[in-house]
């Protein structure tokens, strides 16, 4: 089955700058690639998605780029704000039709 | 439209008994996943349901069971709890279960094992 490993685990930042949060996944089926923000005590919300057929895609602040090559995809969030804080998570779709997700990283944007 | 409901949102049981969760996925949505979140292992896929037929299935043991109704509405079942099995029980509606869909999360149900 599907395997996605998540790093880092815990990710500190000033408000204002970037974060990078990457995935790496081991089924070359997996074709749909998600990113969920969880906050504390909420359901997780999706807040980006990308499909094989695609390198790169950007939503305002939020960008998630993929490489099939190498089974790796990242979460790039610029101009961090306070209420990015949260717990991110990906997660890698394939064949199999089920959601496979990583661990979890905790972003926390200092102000 | 109303969200994914999951009831009940809150439950503590012990050691040995059984409990039954529920979720009512979005209108016109007929696929139901269910999760695990635990702290040390985050989100782990436990069944998927469609047309109330079970399609894929985690690697959990057989005492997590579900089932499908006519309505899309789904439960799942834990028998003989264990002190580990105490989680976040997350499920996730979608239209249909292809891939690219994305899947919409309820609250949660939160089973505390003592």
């Known amino acids: 089955g599907e395997n996605v490993e998540q790093h880092p685990s815990t990710l500190s930042v000033q408000e204002g700058d970037s974060a990078v949060i990457k995935c790496t996944y081991s089924d070359s089926a997996s074709n749909y690639f998600p990113w969920y923000k969880q906050e504390l005590g909420k359901r997780p919300q999706l807040i980006i998605d990308i499909r094989s057929n695609v390198g790169e895609k950007k939503d305002q602040r939020i960008a998630v780029t993929l490489n099939k090559t190498a089974k790796h995809f990242s979460l790039h969030i610029t101009e961090t704000q306070p209420e990015d804080s949260a717990v991110y998570f990906c997660a890698a779709r394939g064949g199999a039709n089920n959601l496979f997700f990583g661990t979890g990283t905790r972003l926390t944007v200092i102000p | 439209k109303a969200g994914v409901t999951q009831t009940p949102r809150y439950l503590i049981k012990t050691r040995g008994q059984q409990v039954t969760l529920s979720c009512s996925p979005i209108s016109g949505h007929r696929s139901v996943s269910w999760y695990q979140q635990t702290p040390g292992q985050g989100l782990q896929f436990l069944f998927e349901y469609f047309s109330e037929t079970q399609r894929n299935k985690g690697n959990f043991p057989g005492r997590f069971s579900g089932r499908q109704f006519s309505n899309s509405r789904s439960e799942m079942n834990v028998s003989t709890l264990e002190l580990g099995d105490s989680a976040l029980y997350l499920c996730?509606?979608?239209?249909?279960?292809?891939?690219?869909?994305?899947?919409?999360f309820g609250p949660g149900t939160r089973l505390t094992v003592l």
């Open positions: 996730a509606s979608s239209p249909v279960p292809s891939a690219g869909d994305e899947q919409f």
